[in-house]
């Protein structure tokens, strides 16, 4: 199953493959006819594997947070939040390898209380300054049990387009599709200080099943 957000990319890259494909029949050295089919077939096994949305068994819960994303965590730090909250915020980011899948699901139920799209860079994303410089869309959630928890999706150096869904006043359900980061990278989320955290630095997550917080 792949996203919605591949279809277009996913046709131009059969269109290139099929045309790498006919074209290696024209040379009549073996090597250069068999190095153009092995280039369309890896263009092609690439961009499916990147635009993959596998279906994922969410035990949605208000008394948990899941991860929204498959990746790793990088950061988990106390950090001044200056766009919403205007305070300290306990910050837990996943990184997404180019080979992760690069859907964002929404981690808590609850209602959007603020969604916006930021133009800006294309850092690498595990730079400090990533998280405030780079291209990035900020949505906050309101949950009834954790109040408000914030979460940015962050192109990194190879992401160019970010896809957002969630709107202001929107009911949004855990482990449900969010967005999409297209060739991107990072996630940050920002939970009230003290919230315990059940996730360790380097740990790999799973999008819609991964618990990062639980009461």
């Known amino acids: 199953m792949f996203h ?3 279809g277009k990319i996913i046709l131009a890259t059969v269109i290139i493959s099929v045309a790498l494909l006919l074209l290696s029949d024209v040379f009549d050295n073996f090597w250069i006819r068999k190095f153009i089919q092995v280039l369309a077939i890896v263009i092609l096994i690439l961009v499916l594997q990147f635009f993959r949305n596998p279906k994922r068994k969410v035990d949605n819960s208000d008394n948990h947070v899941i991860a929204p994303v498959d990746g790793k965590v990088v950061v988990i730090e106390e950090v001044f939040e200056p766009e919403y909250f205007n305070d300290k915020r306990l910050m837990v980011s996943i990184f997404m390898s ?3 899948v690069h859907v964002t699901r929404y981690a808590l139920n609850g209602i959007v209380k603020y969604s916006k799209y930021h133009p800006g ?3 690498v994303a595990w730079h400090p300054k990533a998280s405030e410089e780079n291209e990035r869309t900020t ?3 309101e949950n009834r049990i954790y109040g408000e928890v914030m979460y940015r999706q962050i192109a990194g150096a190879l992401a ?3 896809v957002n869904y969630a709107q202001v ?3 949004v359900v855990q482990g449900k599709d969010a967005g999409f980061i297209k060739f991107g990278s990072r996630v940050d989320l920002y939970f009230p200080i003290g919230t315990p955290i059940d996730v360790k630095l380097g740990q790999k997550t799973i999008g819609g099943v991964t618990v990062l917080t639980k009461k």
């Open 160 to 162: 160019r387009r970010i």
């Open 121 to 123: 860079k294309y850092l």
């Open 169 to 171: 006043g929107m009911r």
């Open 4 to 6: 919605k957000e591949g």
């Open 98 to 100: 180019p080979i992760n």
């Open 139 to 141: 949505v906050v959630i």
